[in-house]
Every structure is written in C-alpha cells, then in structure tokens.
C-alpha cells in the first residue's frame, strides 16, 4: 500500500452537516433524475466539460489528483509485494464512484462555503468552480499543506460509505451515473487510469453539496437558479 496519500488541498469541516437530520434530505433532492440527466448533459456537453477532456485540459493538476485518488484503491487491494512487471490491477466494484463523489461533496461544500455571496447573490453554478479549480495553483496548494502539515486527513470514501449507510438510497443516484459511465467507456482499458467520463462523479458530488448544474437550451448555455432546492 503506499505509503503516502494523496489528498485535495482546502477542504473544511462544511460537508459534515450532511450528516445532520436536516441537511442530509438535501442530497437525495440534489440528485434526482432529472439532475443526473442535466448533469451528464453538460458534462458531455462542448459547452461543459467535453466529457472531463476540458477538466484536463484546464486543471491538469487537479485532474491527475482525482485520478490518483482512485489509483490508491488499487493499492489497497493488493496484498503481495509490487511486481514492476505486472501490469496494474483493474478497478473493481463501485469505489472509484465513491472516492470521487465523496471527493466532489467535500470540495463542493468548502466551495461553497467560502463563496462571497455579497450584496446580488447569483447562482453557483459547475462552470464557476470549474473556473476556479483552473485558477488555483494546486501544486503550491499540495505543497503548502504538506510542509506546514495543517491539510485534513480526510477520506472521500470513508465519507461516501458512511453517507450510504446513514441513506442507503444514495447508492442509487451514484450507481446510476457509475454505470452511465461504465456504459460510455470500456472497462477493461481502465488499468493505468480512470477514463476522463469517471470525472462526472465528482461533479455529480459537487451538485449533490448544492452547486448548481448549468443547462444547454437551444446550443447556448444559460445558468438555471434550482429554486426547488433550497440551501
């Protein structure tokens, strides 16, 4: 198993009211049907995110931490010493689903949390914390927390079970992007990393913290306010 972790930097406490008896409802309104197909949509989308290619090409950075998040599940798994000659064993099961939504509730909620609203509130919308994420210097972010020591040990699956276990209908809304991806890409080529398309869990994480998913009317993008879904 490897011996050092990788973490996302500027993560706080915020997600934690998820665990709350009226915050955690939220979730489960935050990623009904029609949200996952508006969320897949941009995600897909030119306009969005190109499925995960302009996250990449963005915020490569950012992007190969998410990747190395799962790569980590990889490692807990084997329980023999490394072969250098081997290739890498495959990702099984649904847990790079859950790094990556767990990853995307967390930094959604700090986001968020953090947000100067001011005076006009506007929507936080999946185009705005793309923008930031793209802004951010993550390798100095990485590199600050690990010297002064002061990053949160957190961990996104961790987070994603015990979110499941308080609300087991959550597997539903997450297994069904899973297998969206699953769908869009072959799984037997994911064994040195995880397809561009497994990026939509962490963003179907960042809606479920309350970000709002832009919508695609008619070629042009405009921001919808979710006014159903209070915060």
């Avoid at 915020?59 to 072969?83: G, M």
């Avoid at 005076?119 to 993550?138: G, K, M, N, P, T």
């Avoid at 987070?159 to 209908?169: D, F, I, N, Q, S």
Wanted: aromatic share 10%; hydrophobic share 40%.
């Amino acid at each position: 198993m490897s011996e050092k972790r990788y973490q996302i930097p500027l993560l706080d406490d915020s997600w934690k009211r998820y665990f709350g008896p009226d915050d955690a409802s939220f979730l489960l309104e935050r990623m009904g049907q029609g949200r996952i197909r508006q969320l897949w949509s941009w995600f897909e989308s030119e306009d969005g995110l190109s499925g995960g290619v302009t996250l990449a090409q963005n915020a490569p950075v950012f992007d190969l931490l998410l990747d190395r998040l799962c790569e980590e599940l990889r490692d807990s798994d084997s329980d023999t010493e490394e072969d250098t000659l081997s290739p890498p064993p495959l990702l099984f099961g649904p847990g790079w689903a859950h790094v990556l939504f767990g990853t995307g509730l967390m930094f959604g909620s700090r986001w968020r949390n953090h947000f100067d609203k001011g005076l006009f509130e506007h929507a936080q919308d999946l185009d705005e914390l793309v923008r930031y994420i793209s802004e951010v210097d993550w390798v100095a972010e990485v590199k600050e927390e690990r010297d002064s020591g002061v990053g949160q040990d957190y961990q996104p699956l961790a987070v994603t079970m015990a979110l499941l276990k308080r609300e087991p209908l959550l597997a539903l809304p997450i297994d069904a992007m899973r297998r969206l991806v699953s769908h869009e890409t072959s799984w037997v080529q994911w064994c040195h990393e995880i397809p561009a398309e497994a990026r939509v869990l962490f963003f179907l994480g960042a809606a479920a913290s309350g970000v709002d998913i832009p919508v695609l009317e008619d070629g042009e993008r405009s921001t919808r306010q979710q006014a159903e879904v209070s915060s």
